[in-house]
């Protein structure tokens, strides 16, 4: 349910306001008498839209809109007047006010221009989020089985409400999933909430997720929203689920069986209208086993399972990847546009990324970016601990010294190889006839020398 605050020192026109878009537009209504007692409100109470009187003594409308616009506030803020003065109404917007009414006007409007704010709102907030995440965007970026397998998944449950747990390691992109799949289904002009489960203190996760009355415990000097409520309508993305500790594990699997939520501090439970895609790391099924993950969570988070494939069981897509990251970052230093040379797409191709995956090579392409000294980026540039071949856990350290000739023809030859096997989709036989090989052995015999397993 969203929250409307009225500010207006008439009594009678406030209430009756109050008592209007609660009984049509479905609003929690606040009033606050004027311009003080209205920004105290907003300090303390969660607040989607504000309608706004520019007539009153003391601390008027344009001191109240100064104040929001100095603190940085995005709540949007609707002004009304009865005297039919236009000229400070414009004002009002050149303040940051979102629109102006006048008091005479039909209520449907009214409510009609309140829904449309806090759909302002709203969308003014993910600009803000995806613009925080552009850096990353490249992550579902590729042409290869994998990443095409993976969006086509995707697409295809993102029309459904049911909840989704996506698994798949550090970096490899898990909430450029979550947020794929909430902008190409029907609530994508509603909120996407991110929480990071394992970086929330045991004692703030139910506040975190449920919210908390004014005075709950010590330092809650006020109302506030959990995600659950900050999500209505949209997609709550619970990131590393796995990391939430069992109490906490039974209230969120009371709110996805019945669908309401409790603050803290209250007894008045509030329904929530909210898709719940949770993402981990972890083998949830083994933290079943272990006893440290509850079964009949699991069993509600995983309706529809999504996997991010690590970067190495897409190698053919980092030459695009690369590239994509290579722009974002020239343009982010303010650089010229740069190049990769064919020999260096050749050494990132043929690296394993097991560290940290697509954010692992968006980073080293940054530190190569800052190393390079011309416009066309050299294999040299290539960090040693990426560059050396089989840099993976589970390969050999057949590695000469970093930057040999030895190394670069090594690493080239083991990313044609993967980019090959990709294409074939592991088919050995077939693999080793597109490459030429005489047969299937010869084929074996180059992966054994990489280290290169399925």
């Known amino acids: 349910m969203s929250t409307v605050l009225i500010i207006d020192d008439v009594a009678a026109m406030r209430d009756q306001y109050a008592y209007d878009l609660q009984r049509l537009g ?188 004014r005075g709950a415990f010590t330092g809650a000097d006020r109302t506030r929203r959990g995600a659950f409520e900050t999500a209505h309508q949209g997609t709550l993305f619970l990131d590393e689920v796995g990391e939430l500790p069992l109490p906490a594990q039974a209230k969120l699997l009371r709110v996805l069986e019945d669908g309401m939520i409790t603050r803290l501090g209250s007894h008045k439970p509030l329904a929530t209208d909210t898709r719940v895609v949770a993402a981990t790391n972890r083998d949830l099924e083994q933290e079943v086993t272990a006893g440290r993950f509850r079964q009949d969570l699991l069993f509600r988070l995983n309706t529809h399972t999504v996997h991010v494939p690590a970067l190495r069981e897409r190698l053919s897509d980092v030459p695009l990847l690369a590239e994509h990251f290579l722009e974002l970052v020239c343009e982010k230093f303010g650089r010229p546009r740069h190049t990769l040379a064919p020999e260096t797409l050749a050494v990132l191709q043929g690296c394993s990324w097991s560290r940290n995956n697509v954010r692992e090579l968006r980073n080293t392409i ?41 190394e670069l023809k090594a690493a080239a030859e083991r990313g044609i190889i993967l980019a090959a096997l990709e294409r074939n989709h592991w088919h050995i036989s077939r693999t080793a006839k597109e490459l030429g090989l005489a047969d299937h052995s010869s084929l074996l015999k180059i992966m054994r020398r990489h280290g290169i397993r399925k």
């Open 366 to 406: 940054e530190r190569m970016v800052i190393a390079a000294e011309g416009t066309v980026i050299g294999p040299e540039t290539v960090p040693a601990e990426i560059r050396a071949p089989g840099a993976g856990p589970d390969a050999p350290d057949k590695a000469g010294p970093a930057g040999t000739l030895r």
């Open 26 to 213: 479905g609003f929690q209504a606040l009033t606050a008498d004027g311009g003080s007692e209205g920004l105290a409100l907003l300090a303390r109470e969660p607040v989607d839209c504000v309608i706004l009187d520019l007539e009153m003594p003391g601390v008027d409308g344009f001191e109240v809109l100064a104040t929001l616009k100095k603190k940085g506030s995005r709540v949007p803020v609707i002004v009304y007047t009865g005297t039919g003065n236009y000229e400070r109404c414009v004002r009002a917007v050149k303040l940051g006010a979102y629109g102006f009414l006048d008091k005479d006007e039909p209520l449907a409007r009214v409510v009609q221009e309140i829904e449309n704010a806090i759909a302002w709102g709203r969308l003014h907030r993910e600009v803000a989020r995806l613009r925080r995440h552009s850096g990353e965007a490249g992550a579902l970026l590729g042409e290869s089985p994998a990443a095409v397998a993976l969006k086509e998944v995707i697409d295809r449950l993102a029309v459904i409400p049911s909840s989704v747990l996506i698994t798949g390691e550090s970096g490899s992109g898990k909430e450029l999933v979550a947020r794929r799949l909430h902008a190409a289904g029907p609530r994508s002009r509603g909120p996407f909430v991110a929480v990071n489960c394992a970086a929330l203190p045991e004692s703030m996760i139910e506040s975190e997720l449920f919210g908390h009355e």
